[in-house]
């Protein structure tokens, strides 16, 4: 308990002191070696008080009492100056300019002490050699130490000779002989320990040079970062904005039972160019959210066969007038339910098929869909192989492939659409599910794309030998996902929305997406419309809230719109679609969130949510 009470008490002062050291001269060796000369200045506290208790036995047992005493308690006094100039404004950061006063003083007292020593010489030779040691561990320049080593030797030569130190005495001519080790070993240990110094010194630093540039250099990232995340946003909402025209007022038009067969042939073209030009911009931001980390799995539970049809029924439809056929090779016992992400796992197959597809003239295109159980985990790993007998890929290009935005043999591939983003895309998807990829390819023969993805297991039964039969002949029929996924237009006369966008084409386009359900709709053109509207009594089920408007944004718009106490249900309906923003739309005081281009299936689920449950019996 003792102990403990010493150890804190100096600890205090070591931490006093400390704080009083200066860490602006540290860019030089010196200024290193005075920055630790205040980290233990404490010690002069300690060498204060410690020859104290000693005095009476040097009364009794040394030649020059008086002499003796004096030095140790000028020692004494010296060393309480120095603790109080260490608090002046001058001497605050000069700790080693102390800390030299009280060695050197320590260093010259002791040899006046060990040379006036008379008959007990050599026992104060053996104490205070010991004393002289302590000086060379501390945070000195070596040149200081040297001088006062061989200056310490010097000065108890002489005074030894003046005050008869009897050197024939076998006692204190071991007692010198130790002396002269401990000098020697003094000078040794100094440069060795002031280079050690040096050393770390130099390598602090250095690392501290090289982590303020990591920091530099991760601020330049961040803001690349932040520039990037703004320029994708920009590109985001500036293209989907006509992409939302196009590909709504195309659905919309294609909707009509009435059209000709030439006009309908038309609209569609444009629908399938404006869903290419949208899956290549969902390709740059899918990209994004994976080089940032941000991209996340969204695993729940999917029929299998359904995805299969649904990424076969989507890919052959590319094939048109080639002489291309289409083989699908399915195990029967495939489970008929996973867990996992299947909009990913779909991208996955929509990529590999595609470039099957674009990149092959004539022949064949397989796919081959296996599983088999995974005993590490009781998970499924599913297995699917796409070989074709495409271009191929020469040795060169494959250790290219999965490169950002490479494209090879552009010469004759100049008019098949894509960036070159997919197979890069395929790769990090499958890293995320924990899978593989594999690519056997000759150029002029064809390709084999092999991949494997890890799924959880579901309690299921296979799909079977009807089931794998109908998948292969393409005429497998999923009734209970094509109920889902019809949109039944039931009017809601009942129910007001309120459409706010500064673009009057996605006021068009969002009209006439909603006038199927017979809604009572009314439009603003700004933020600030919509606040003078809801001042104004307005009320209605939903509010459809543009993001990115100027002046005054939908973000700003539903924080005033909060601010006065609208309780209403508010959606974000916006062409800025990166990452994160839905958490951003929720915690910002949006109910839902839906990207432009609009989906029209989301919108009659958000209605049916919001309104359709207000029916009236």
Same mark, same amino acid.
């Given at each position: 308990?003792k ?24 860019d ?10 205040g ?13 104290l ?11 020059n009492?008086?002499?003796i ?14 603790i ?13 300019l ?10 010259i ?11 007990a010489a ?6 205070f ?45 071991n007692?010198?002989f130790? %002396?002269? *080790?401990? /000098?020697?070993? $003094? ?6 320990? @002031?280079?050690?110094?040096? &050393? !770390? ?5 250095k690392?501290i040079?090289?982590s ?6 991760l601020?330049?990232a961040?803001k ?18 006509? %992409?939302? *025209?196009? /590909?709504?007022i $195309? ?6 039972? @009435?059209?000709?067969?030439e &006009? !309908? ?17 969902n390709?740059?931001?899918?990209m994004s959210r994976?080089e ?11 029929h299998?066969?359904? %995805?299969?049809?649904d990424?076969?029924q989507?890919n052959i ?15 029967k ?27 092959t ?13 995974c ?5 499924v790993?599913?297995?699917?192989d ?10 060169k ?12 043999n552009?010469?004759a ?13 395929v ?7 924990g ?28 799909i ?12 497998y ?5 094509l ?9 809601m006369?009942?129910?007001s ?17 909603l ?7 009314e ?5 600030f ?5 809801i001042k104004n009594?307005?009320?209605?089920d ?16 539903v924080?005033?719109?909060r ?19 839905s ?8 109910d ?10 989301q919108?009659?689920n958000?209605?049916?949510k ?6 009236p019996?």
């Amino acid at each position: 308990m003792k102990n403990t009470l010493i150890i804190q008490i100096i600890n205090k002062i070591r931490v006093r002191f400390e704080a009083y050291g200066g860490e602006e001269t540290r860019d030089t060796f010196n200024g290193e070696l005075n920055y630790e000369a205040g980290r233990v200045f404490y010690l002069v506290f300690l060498v204060a008080v410690i020859l104290l208790p000693y005095i009476p036995g040097d009364l009794v047992m040394h030649q020059n009492p008086v002499y003796i005493v004096s030095i140790k308690i000028g020692l004494t006094l010296l060393c309480l100056i120095l603790i109080a100039l260490r608090f002046t404004k001058y001497f605050r950061y000069k700790p080693g300019l102390l800390l030299m006063v009280m060695v050197g003083y320590l260093y010259i007292g002791s040899a006046m002490i060990m040379a006036t020593a008379g008959d007990a010489a050599a026992s104060y030779i053996s104490s205070f050699a010991l004393i002289i040691v302590i000086p060379i561990f501390l945070p000195l320049p070596l040149k200081f130490k040297i001088t006062f080593i061989i200056s310490t030797f010097l000065i108890f030569l002489l005074l030894s000779m003046r005050y008869d130190i009897d050197f024939s005495d076998s006692v204190i001519q071991n007692s010198f002989f130790d %002396l002269i *080790a401990v /000098l020697v070993i $003094s000078l040794i240990m100094s440069h060795s320990l @002031n280079k050690l110094r040096y &050393l !770390a010194w130099k390598q602090q630093k250095k690392l501290i040079s090289t982590s303020s540039e990591l920091e530099e250099a991760l601020i330049e990232a961040q803001k690349a970062d932040k520039s990037k995340s703004d320029f994708l946003a920009t590109m985001s909402h500036e293209i989907r904005t006509p %992409l939302n *025209a196009i /590909l709504g007022i $195309s659905q919309l038009q294609l909707q009509n039972e @009435n059209l000709s067969d030439e &006009l !309908a042939d038309a609209l569609g073209k444009i629908n399938n160019s404006g869903t290419q030009l949208l899956g290549i911009i969902n390709d740059i931001l899918d990209m994004s959210r994976i080089e940032t980390g941000n991209l996340e799995l969204n695993p729940a539970k999917y029929h299998l066969p359904s %995805l299969i049809n649904d990424s076969v029924q989507l890919n052959i439809v590319r094939i048109g007038s080639k002489p291309i056929t289409f083989d699908l090779e399915i195990d029967k016992k495939l489970p008929s339910l996973l867990y996992g992400d299947e909009l990913r796992l779909k991208q996955i197959l929509n990529n590999l098929l595609s470039n099957a597809i674009k990149y092959t003239e004539k022949g064949h295109i397989k796919l081959s869909i296996t599983a088999s159980d995974c005993t590490d985990n009781g998970g499924v790993l599913l297995r699917f192989d796409v070989s074709d007998t495409g271009q191929g890929i020469t040795l060169k290009d494959q250790e290219h492939l999965f490169a950002e935005y490479t494209r090879f043999n552009f010469s004759a591939n100049r008019a098949i659409e894509g960036v070159g983003l997919g197979l890069t895309i395929v790769r990090k998807l499958v890293a995320i599910m924990g899978g593989t990829i594999e690519v056997k390819s000759e150029y002029g023969v064809g390709s084999t794309f092999s991949i494997t993805v890890l799924q959880e297991a579901v309690e299921c039964a296979a799909i079977g030998e009807e089931i794998t039969s109908k998948l292969r002949n393409f005429t497998y029929k999923d009734k209970n996902r094509l109920e889902s996924t019809k949109i039944i237009y039931e009017p809601m006369p009942y129910g007001s929305v309120l459409i706010v966008d500064d673009i009057e084409i996605n006021l068009f386009v969002a009209e006439a997406a909603l006038e199927p359900y017979e809604l009572q709709i009314e439009m603003a053109s700004s933020g600030f419309e919509t606040i003078d509207k809801i001042k104004n009594g307005s009320v209605y089920d939903i509010i459809f809230m543009d993001h990115m408007m100027p002046h005054m944004d939908g973000v700003e718009t539903v924080a005033k719109l909060r601010e006065l106490g609208y309780t209403g249900v508010i959606v974000a309906l916006t062409a800025n679609a990166l990452v994160g923003n839905s958490e951003m739309f929720a915690q910002n005081g949006f109910d839902e969130f839906i990207s432009k281009p609009i989906d029209f299936a989301q919108l009659d689920n958000i209605l049916n949510k919001f309104i359709r449950r207000k029916q009236p019996d």
